[in-house]
């Protein structure tokens, strides 16, 4: 799955999976690193590979993003473009066309976001320019937020991967372990409620992760910052003095999808590193 910043991929992973397993803010470059999610079907199973947003650039954070792109360009079967039909054509959608074309791999094109279309007429021309830009296997309009067209995915994906095995079990759901995608909600929680005070370099990092009993687990989530000064904002939004907080339910529910028990949690959130000395640590439950 590749295309621009807040394409909707990682909505569109969500979706299809039935879990969330990314991070969803409005934050350009959200999503850091691949992330794979696993349909499993009777017809077959699909290991969708969601990327980083596609961008120029221009720091090292962004380079690591990039290389992340052209190796999972490399490595898979089917190719997704998610563009934002929302929106104009700008150099940004021919920059990652490009890199489509330069994959030479078999492609579906997912005209995304076509809930914000008043007149879906409008969708006619940017349907033929892209069909004269490159031999797609398909072209399908969507709309992950609002689920139309989302199953039709799968179903053309399943149309146009090759043969082969399963390369993962049926209950899974995802490559990403469980401290993963807890530090990932945690993350994507801080991103919503900061606003813009917080830029999207926020990392977050599960330190413990302790199943106290079956009906109980103590998780503890670091939250690196890039400055000093952004330390109180972080502390504001995990005690909620902001109208909603970083707490136990943010957690109990990503739990509650690998765990048969009814997960009640406890989720301790540390406003704990600044980039890019690591130094001064600080609690904030």
Request: with cysteine.
């Given at each position: 799955?590749?295309?621009?910043?807040?394409?909707?991929k990682?909505?569109l992973?969500?979706?299809l999976?039935g879990?969330k397993?990314?991070a969803?803010s409005?934050?350009?470059?959200?999503t850091?690193?691949?992330?794979?999610?696993v349909?499993t079907?009777?017809e077959?199973?699909?290991?969708?590979?969601?990327?980083?947003?596609v961008?120029?650039?221009?720091?090292?954070?962004?380079?690591?993003m990039?290389?992340?792109v052209?190796?999972?360009?490399l490595?898979v079967?089917?190719?997704?473009?998610?563009?934002?039909?929302?929106?104009?054509?700008?150099?940004?959608?021919?920059?990652?066309?490009d890199l489509v074309?330069?994959?030479?791999?078999?492609?579906?094109?997912?005209?995304?976001?076509?809930?914000?279309?008043?007149?879906?007429?409008?969708?006619?021309?940017?349907?033929?320019?892209?069909?004269?830009?490159?031999?797609?296997r398909?072209?399908i309009?969507?709309?992950?937020?609002?689920e139309?067209m989302?199953?039709?995915?799968?179903?053309?994906?399943?149309r146009?991967?090759?043969e082969g095995?399963p390369i993962?079990?049926e209950?899974?759901l995802?490559d990403?372990?469980?401290r993963v995608l807890?530090?990932?909600?945690?993350?994507?929680?801080v991103?919503?409620?900061?606003?813009a005070?917080?830029?999207?370099?926020?990392a977050?990092?599960?330190?413990?992760?302790?199943?106290v009993r079956?009906?109980f687990?103590?998780?503890?989530?670091?939250?690196?910052?890039?400055r000093?000064?952004?330390k109180k904002?972080?502390?504001?939004?995990?005690?909620?003095?902001?109208?909603?907080s970083?707490?136990?339910s943010?957690?109990?529910r990503?739990?509650?999808?690998f765990?048969?028990?009814?997960?009640?949690?406890?989720?301790?959130?540390?406003?704990a590193y600044?980039?890019?000395?690591?130094?001064?640590k600080?609690?904030?439950?």
């Amino acid at each position: 799955m590749i295309g621009r910043p807040n394409a909707g991929k990682s909505t569109l992973l969500n979706r299809l999976v039935g879990q969330k397993i990314a991070a969803v803010s409005d934050k350009p470059q959200t999503t850091r690193f691949r992330i794979q999610g696993v349909i499993t079907k009777p017809e077959g199973q699909v290991v969708l590979v969601d990327t980083p947003g596609v961008h120029q650039p221009g720091y090292e954070l962004n380079r690591r993003m990039m290389v992340a792109v052209q190796d999972a360009l490399l490595g898979v079967d089917l190719v997704c473009l998610i563009r934002d039909a929302s929106v104009s054509t700008g150099n940004g959608d021919r920059f990652v066309l490009d890199l489509v074309k330069r994959s030479e791999k078999p492609a579906l094109l997912l005209l995304n976001k076509i809930d914000k279309l008043e007149d879906k007429a409008a969708l006619l021309p940017l349907i033929d320019w892209y069909r004269h830009e490159y031999e797609w296997r398909e072209i399908i309009p969507i709309s992950a937020l609002k689920e139309e067209m989302t199953d039709e995915v799968i179903d053309a994906s399943l149309r146009h991967l090759p043969e082969g095995e399963p390369i993962f079990s049926e209950d899974e759901l995802t490559d990403q372990s469980l401290r993963v995608l807890v530090a990932e909600i945690v993350r994507e929680k801080v991103l919503r409620q900061s606003g813009a005070e917080i830029p999207y370099v926020t990392a977050v990092v599960t330190e413990r992760f302790e199943e106290v009993r079956e009906d109980f687990t103590r998780i503890h989530c670091v939250i690196v910052v890039e400055r000093t000064s952004q330390k109180k904002i972080v502390s504001i939004v995990c005690s909620g003095s902001r109208g909603s907080s970083v707490d136990a339910s943010t957690v109990s529910r990503l739990a509650g999808a690998f765990f048969r028990a009814t997960a009640s949690s406890a989720a301790s959130i540390s406003t704990a590193y600044t980039l890019p000395a690591c130094r001064a640590k600080r609690r904030a439950k």
